[in-house]
Structures are given as C-alpha cells and as structure tokens.
C-alpha cells in the first residue's frame, strides 16, 4: 500500500515535500516514481529513483524537484520548489520493480495527493 501526504495550496515561487510511505518489507527492493495529473491532461512522469539510488526527472521539473527515499521508514519524498500555477495537479507515488518513466511499468499505485499552485 502506498500513501501520499503534503500537498496542499501554496503560492508561486514556494515549495513543497511530497511524502510516499509504503508498507512492506520489500519496498526497498522497488523503484519508485512520481507522477502527476493535471485537470483536463493526460497523466505524466514527474521523476524516479530506483532501488540504489540512481534518479531520472522530467525536463519540465529538473533543476526545480528532487526525489529521494529513505528505506528505513519505507519513504520516498519529493521536494518541490519554484512552484508555478503549471505544477497544479494530483501528484500520484507508484513503484516498479526497476527503473522507469512509463505509467505502464509502475505496478501499484497510491491515491494520489493534491498540489494547488496560485499566481
């Protein structure tokens, strides 16, 4: 089970960490991405880290997100800064037994969390 926490309003400019917990022992042994959804868009990969560390992002947030996991507490963060109106969406937490950037690959999903940016 995957669970997504620490959207929220915020303004341009600010930032925000998405939180993803997992249950289970084996979450060590997944990649895990993020990816978002937009009103009105087609769901899109946002970034992963896979189970060694190594990070793949999309353009459209590189330089501005930074994913990263910690195994003790079987959790993955995304850090996001320089937020703009065009962040706005439902940013969903999802693993893969290896690294990857396509939905198709990611097995389980959590719900989603919502990230609401205002100009």
């Known amino acids: 089970q995957l669970v997504e926490s620490?959207?929220?309003?915020?303004?341009?400019?600010?930032?925000?960490r998405l939180s993803c917990a997992a249950s289970g022992?084996?979450?060590?042994t997944y990649a895990v991405g993020w990816f978002r959804r937009a009103p009105g868009k087609d769901r899109e990969f946002v970034a992963?880290?896979?189970?060694?560390?190594?990070?793949?992002?999309?353009?459209s947030v590189k330089g501005r997100v930074t994913i990263s996991r910690d195994n003790a507490k079987n959790t993955v963060y995304l850090q996001?800064?320089?937020?703009s109106p065009e962040d706005t969406a439902s940013y969903y937490c999802a693993v893969a037994r290896?690294?990857?950037?396509?939905?198709?690959?990611?097995?389980?999903?959590?719900?989603?969390?919502?990230?609401?940016?205002?100009?």
Do not use: C, H, P
């Open 98 to 119: 290896y690294i990857a950037v396509t939905a198709a690959d990611f097995d389980y999903w959590g719900q989603g969390t919502q990230v609401t940016v205002s100009s």
């Open 80 to 83: 996001m800064n320089s937020l």
């Open 25 to 28: 022992r084996t979450f060590s």
């Open 48 to 59: 992963v880290i896979s189970r060694s560390g190594a990070r793949t992002y999309a353009d």
């Open 6 to 16: 620490g959207g929220g309003l915020v303004q341009a400019g600010g930032s925000l």
